[in-house]
């Protein structure tokens, strides 16, 4: 059986019961480590699950697979996923390997921060599609998100926008020479997200969010030391928020008072945020 187990997003205890029965019995046990990280280090997990736990990173998931699923026909492999196992599709991707081997798959659901954004008081319900911000280069600023953020808008929408993570990168001079050499891992701020969406609103001129509009940063969702900033994105693109992971939500038209009234106890002005609340959301539902 291969089992994928979501560990939820904080530190080692955020494993349900469940899922550290699985790791506890399973003959090997990975953990994907590139599409999202825990805040705790791997020794911290094996520590608590009582198990030596199999880095994964993205070559071997992608392009290893078989290794993975060695043996799982006739015993259990545990493969950990920060966060819910499905909220990425390399991990459809792997089931679907799975089953072409005849291999039987169990999903072990956890919190994403797909459901755990609610905890900035924004109705799930009300949120649109979500998209990914990556890092801009000189030469390379994709703007895809751009479209989705707009449908989302037209409809009044919220959009939740997933920031980049670089773990286990290689630059482009190192991939030219061959050399297995790995840049530091990055993660990308709210700060950072604000002033690419800017970016690009200006490149765009669509005027689906400017520097006025509002927005929530949220950082290291679920850990006792979780942040929350609301503001305009000018003023989150000069915040602060500590370490990863951060996440940014681009409020909608149609938000709702009691919305309004709970983001607003952590903005980072909250007279200049009545001011554009009354300017552009308050009566408007798109």
Known sequence: MLYL???????????TVKGLRIVKNASRVYLEAYTSILLV??????????RSVIVADRKMVESSSAEILAGADTSDVAFLVVGDPFGATTHIDLVLRARELQIPV????NASIMSAIGSTGLQLYNFGQTVSMVFFTDSWKPSSFYDRIKENRDVGLHTLVLL???VKEQSMEDLARGRKVFEPPRYMTVAQCARQMIETEEERAERVYGPDSLAIGV?????DNQRM??????QLTEVEMGGPLHS???????THD????FIRDFAVDAEFFDTIWRRDYEGKRA
Do not use: F, H, W
């Open 258 to 261: 009691l919305e309004r009234e």
């Open 229 to 234: 900033t609301s503001g305009s994105l000018q």
């Open 41 to 50: 280090d791997n020794a911290k997990l094996e520590a608590y699950y009582g």
């Open 219 to 223: 950082a290291r969702v679920g850990a």
């Open 106 to 109: 169990r999903n072990i659901p």
């Open 164 to 166: 980049d993570i670089k």
């Open 5 to 15: 187990v979501g560990l939820g997003l904080a530190d080692e205890t955020d494993i």
């Open 248 to 254: 940014l939500v681009l409020l909608g038209k149609r």
